[in-house]
């Protein structure tokens, strides 16, 4: 993926951010996930490209939310993409850290086309050998971990969305002895976090929506880490319907039911995650508004040359002043 399409790409990232920065600690997260779906939709829409949703917030009748198959742009380079125009609507909606607006970018044909369903999930920063497998044990997974990190699995910290579906999860992380950090919203980072350095994550588990699941591969891909998912359809209460529409869905190249590797989600090198600060989190910054001046932070991973780039940006307003801190 070309530098310049990447940044355009951020800067999309970067409107929708402070489009809905402004409803941080607002208590609304419906108003935020859409401020920030319609901006993401405007700027996508302005960009010389023919960019195609295949992992979104719904399916076509769901709109506003930027849905599956929804094509964006202006004509140009083909490019599939993966969104969470806010990742973690409940962070933001109550001003807690790690809420996100994110992107996954790759050539036409590369990023998984599934249905807006929930999705099993194992991160990890490595696959210990190939060992690493979302049919495992909990335990057998752990105590590969352990082999490879080289410490007990004791000392193994394990992220978990906070959910009652995870209930069966918890009981036996801690029956193998293992540490658990509890996050109530945004599986994106939780995922990333493991295979990234001073998170004090080692492994993360459990069943989230499919669109961060496509998203937290894309990352994981760029640094070097591990990724394996399996769609779940008996989570939702209109999991059949959506399971039926999914089998007639034009595009559909996989089975349904078998587990979903990094190759089969992300099926190019050329492929780029790209995610802003809405709120102050471990990755980045959150969105600051200052002497009429707005800044961002944002992390671009890009699985082509293997690179993490941090970029802080101030946008001045027209009476705004330029902050470097």
Known sequence: MQPARIMEILGVAEKAAIACA?????????????????????????????????????????????????????????IDIAVDPLEGTNLCASNQPNALTTIAIAPRGALLFAPDTYMWKIAAATDCGGRLHIDNTVAENLQYL????????????????????????????????????????????????????????DFYIGAGGSPEGVLACTGLKAIGGFFMGKLDFTI????????????????????????????????????????????????????????????????VMNAADKTVRFVKTCHRGENGRVRFN
């Open 22 to 78: 402004d409803w941080n600690g607002k208590g609304d997260k419906v108003a935020a996930d859409q401020a920030a779906t319609t901006a993401m939709r405007e700027a996508f829409n302005d960009i010389d490209f023919s960019g195609r949703i295949v992992i979104g917030e719904g399916e076509r009748d769901e709109a506003p939310m930027l849905y599956i198959g929804e094509e964006l742009g202006r004509g140009g380079e083909e």
């Open 146 to 201: 352990s082999e490879e990190l080289g410490k007990p699995v004791s000392d193994i910290n394990v992220c978990i969305l906070k959910r009652g579906r995870h209930d069966k999860i918890v009981e036996e992380v801690r029956a193998a002895g293992a540490r658990i950090r509890f996050i109530g919203d945004g599986d994106v980072f939780g995922a990333i976090a493991t295979a990234v350095p001073g998170t004090g994550i």
């Open 236 to 299: 939702d209460k209109d999991g059949a319907e959506k399971r039926a529409r999914a089998e007639k869905m034009d595009g559909l190249d996989f089975d349904l039911d078998a587990p979903l590797t990094m190759d089969m989600l992300v099926r190019s090198d050329d492929a780029a995650f790209i995610a802003c600060g809405v709120t102050d989190g471990e990755m980045v910054s959150g969105v600051t508004f200052m002497d009429g001046s707005v800044t961002t932070e944002c992390v």
